[in-house]
């Protein structure tokens, strides 16, 4: 026997449909940027990125690539999309590129990588 799901309501609660929309609508910026973060951040190399970048500043790609077992170019490609999605940005010194979580990005990612760590923290216990 199929198990069917269905909404079934008495009445429409229009004004709180209408409250729904205008707050959405009125958020549809902010809505919009958080979802590229969380778009971007949902990769799990990209999250692991950008929780060691958020831990220790700032990394370079041959940083990442020893911490994260992987190549460069395989860690430079992430980091290309985190900077074009403007989670991170650079700064050049000789010939090493220092890459850090850009200023203002990090509230969102702080709060769950602050999450991540308190439910290690439980596990263990």
């Given amino acids: 026997m199929e198990n069917k799901q269905s909404c ?3 009445f429409a609660d229009e004004v709180q449909i209408d409250n729904c929309r205008v707050i959405l609508q009125m958020n549809q910026n902010a809505l919009s940027r ?3 973060i969380l778009a971007l951040a949902g990769n799990e190399v990209r999250l692991k990125i950008l929780f060691l970048l958020d831990e220790e500043n700032e990394l370079c790609p ?3 690539s020893d911490i994260l077992g992987m190549s460069v170019p395989a860690v430079s490609q992430h980091l290309r999309k985190l900077k074009d ?3 991170i ?3 050049r010194e ?3 590129i220092y890459y850090s979580l850009m200023s203002g990005k990090e509230t969102l990612l702080r709060q769950t990588f602050k999450n991540l760590i ?3 923290k439980k ?3």
């Fill in 8 to 10: 079934v309501r008495l």
């Fill in 123 to 125: 596990e263990k216990a």
């Fill in 85 to 87: 999605g403007n989670l």
């Fill in 62 to 64: 041959c940083d990442l």
């Fill in 34 to 36: 958080q979802s590229r």
């Fill in 118 to 120: 308190d439910n290690a």
């Fill in 94 to 96: 000789g010939q090493t």
């Fill in 89 to 91: 940005e650079s700064r």
